[in-house]
């Protein structure tokens, strides 16, 4: 993966090492990349102020050691020294995670995804503010059993975006999900989803004549246009390496999470679109329902035309 140079890893201080943290070192070394740690964490109360140092201290010691530990297990030798740290005690986390992101112009936040308290599925709150709003890609870490090696990597794509902002960012995401392939099992899973959305009023609707061998051929006529696009970007891409391209009938939000299920997706690459004139909203809701409906990592990017609505 050679696609970021300034890369920042947030927790909370808590201890113990994360599977996050461990994959923003990897991600470091691979890119000879710059490397930050944040702490946010709640602000002592007014009546022990006389532990905040020590308080503030203890937690960039826990996540110092935790750095020094997975470089000596990895064996990384681009950053000999350790790793700088800051920490941000108070509310809004979220808030003072992507002002940190604008200040020091990070260009990947690494951040393991706020555990649930069951089998939920989806992302915490703290984590949906910053798929919202976050001005730089985020890679949202849900801890697997499966070594490093061994994860299976997918990028969902919309091949029939005509935006050239849009247009980028799919080229972005099929780049960059083949570096992050690249750095496990090597095998890119691509998946898009077609759709004629007049197929379900045509072919139900008992005012509507239409004959099935007519509809059925302009359903064919859709799948094999959205084919052609998805594989002509594929081309224009460039990508090389193992890759299987899975083409999807149905709607995004209704079949990614299942497929994701199926075929045992460790880490999703997608992208979000900003609303025109609407700073920090996604268009529809096809994008925060996969969110809400995903138990994978996540690696989320934005176009370049995206402006966060927090400064």
């Known amino acids: 993966m050679k696609e970021f140079k300034n890369i920042l890893f947030v927790n909370h201080g808590l201890e113990g090492q994360s599977h996050g943290l461990t994959q923003a070192i990897q991600i470091a070394e691979n890119n000879q990349a710059d490397l930050k740690g944040l702490i946010v964490c709640p602000s002592l109360p007014a009546s022990m102020l006389d532990y905040e140092a020590t308080y503030e201290q203890s937690l960039i010691d826990a996540l110092a050691t935790n750095m020094s530990e997975i470089q000596t297990k990895l064996g990384t030798t681009n ?3 350790p790793y700088p740290i800051s920490i941000e005690c108070g509310s809004y986390p979220a808030v003072r995670i992507i002002r940190s992101v604008h200040r020091h112009q990070n ?3 690494i951040k393991d995804a706020e555990p649930q308290d069951d089998d939920t599925k989806g992302f915490k709150a703290l ?3 910053l798929l919202r709003k976050c001005p730089c890609p985020i890679w949202l870490n849900k801890e697997s059993s499966k070594a490093a090696n061994a994860l299976n990597v997918a990028v969902a794509i919309d091949p029939s975006v005509s935006d050239p902002a849009e247009q980028g960012l799919a080229m972005r995401l099929l780049q960059l999900a083949r570096s992050v392939a690249d750095s496990t099992n ?14 379900s009023y045509l072919r139900h609707h008992s005012w509507i004549q239409i004959e099935d061998r007519v509809l059925d051929a302009q359903v ?5 246009t959205h084919r052609k696009a998805l594989e002509g970007l594929i081309e224009k891409s460039a990508i090389k390496g193992d890759q299987v391209v899975h083409h999807l009938h149905g709607t995004p939000d ?10 045992d997706i460790d880490v999703l690459v997608m992208g979000t ?18 969110f809400q409906t995903v138990n994978c990592s996540l690696v989320v990017l934005k176009p370049d035309n995206f402006v966060s609505p927090i400064q």
């Open 220 to 224: 064919e006529i859709e799948k094999k």
């Open 273 to 290: 679109v900003a609303r025109s004139g609407i700073q920090g909203l996604l268009v529809g809701n096809t994008a925060e329902n996969i």
């Open 127 to 129: 984590d949906m503010k």
């Open 254 to 263: 209704d079949e990614i999470p299942n497929w994701i299920l199926e075929k």
């Open 79 to 81: 950053h000999p020294n």
């Open 186 to 199: 090597g095998t890119l899973h691509i998946v898009s989803c077609w759709d004629f959305h007049l197929e």
């Open 107 to 109: 260009d990947l936040l």
